[in-house]
């Protein structure tokens, strides 16, 4: 792909022949699909991507955190093309590969908790969530779980019903998986218990152990809890400093195993190998999927070894712990230890967070930004004193920013989440925020 500095746009897109495409696509592909924007993607370096009329985007979104390499990393290229010359498969249920193993005792070293652990191997975020809802209850015998509302942990039955971040994702689906409890999450900018932080002394955290747990569901009747360290299709959500150890603890005091999805926050996305390490949080369970392979299909789930006790039948997959995905994951690893990705996007994450910080100040319509390293949540209001949420506003600068070039995505009811590829350098961030403004500045001219 010829190298750019800049969005190259040839044609308005989409351009005649994305047009095209999409047309035929909508012949054929499931009608639920969200669809951000009419792009179609055709090749890919780095921060850019190429669309079918010759465009150039800038990439803020990284296909929901998952390129957190970059685009066609040439060390995952070329580990997929060396491996898929000796082996593509050896189905892991019955026989062994060496590219698991060897992934699988370097996602034990590098998640947090110094304590013997095992991984089952599989496809995707929403398998490596079953496999700890499974697991947990496995081990317990239990069959209740506490999940949060706003949370998102896929889209199978049984993280379905964890899911709780639009009703469109749940309606009619009446085989889900019972006995899950939604709690309200620390979502302090609009407290679903119109609280204010720090006054409300975390009453989030003291509902589920003073209402729920004493009153609705004996700790000793759960399986398990589940929570994102940090809510991504919610919103990229951060909560305050002191929620997630706080779980943690109530958890321990409880004894109820501490599943921490991070199949968002994973793999440097926040500036930490995992988010949970901000907090000096250590879970029973990890979740990992989407950034481990660079966009392979790929999900992990990483368990205290005493929990994963389940006996030989109990849990498999085909695909899972396909050795060339294992060798593109044990790329993705090594490229993040030696680029450091954790310190850049930590570094050029900060230096984001601030501009858009700075923009908000001349901006009425963004009522809010948080974030942690490049996992950057920008919320929209109608009004900032009413915090009247602007759906429309936040869709118009997504639209408009397209158009220039830049892709973004959506999250929650009207806030959009940044999450380049963590190569990111402060120049090209530069670049996105200088075609963000221009896209605001516009809806602003238009809208308001
Ligand atoms: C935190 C979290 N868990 C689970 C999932 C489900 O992953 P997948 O779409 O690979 O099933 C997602 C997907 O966005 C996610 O963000």
Known sequence: MEKVNRPKIVVEPPGPKARAFIERDHKVSSPSLTRTAPLVGVEEEGVW???????????????????????????????????????????????????????????????????PKRVFMCNSGTEAVEAALKISQWHTRNFYVIGFIGGFHGRTMGSLQLTTTSVAARRHFKGMMQGVFHVPYAYCYRCPFKLEYPSCGLWCVGYIEDILLKKVIPPDDLACLVVEPIQGAGGYIVPPDEYLPALAKLCRDNNIIFVADEVQTGFCRTGRWFACEHWNVEPDIITLSKAIAAGLPCGATVCRAELMDWEQGAHENTLGGNP???????????????????????????????????????????????????????????????????????????????????????????????????????????????IFEEALKKVEKEHM
């Open 49 to 115: 991507v190429k669309d079918i009329d010759g465009n150039i985007f800038l990439d803020f979104g990284s296909g929901i955190a998952v390129t957190n390499v970059g685009h066609k990393h040439p060390r995952v290229v070329q580990a997929i093309k060396e491996q898929s010359d000796k082996l593509i498969f050896v189905n892991s249920c019955d026989f062994y590969t060496v590219p698991q193993v060897e992934l699988m005792e370097r996602l034990c070293e590098l998640t947090p908790g110094d304590f």
């Open 324 to 434: 060339v995905v294992c060798k593109a994951a044990l790329a993705v690893l090594d490229i993040m230890e030696q680029e450091k990705l954790d310190k850049n996007a930590e570094r050029v994450g900060g230096y984001l967070i601030r501009r858009f910080e700075e923009l908000a100040e001349k901006h009425e319509i963004i009522g809010d930004v948080r974030g942690k390293g490049m996992m950057i949540g920008i919320e929209f209001v109608k009004n900032r004193k009413t915090k009247e949420p602007a759906t429309d506003l936040r869709n118009a600068v997504l639209t408009e920013s397209f158009k220039r070039g830049l892709i973004l995505l959506g999250a929650g009811q009207c806030a959009l989440r940044l999450a380049p590829p963590l190569v990111l350098t402060q120049e090209q961030a530069d670049v996105g925020l200088e």
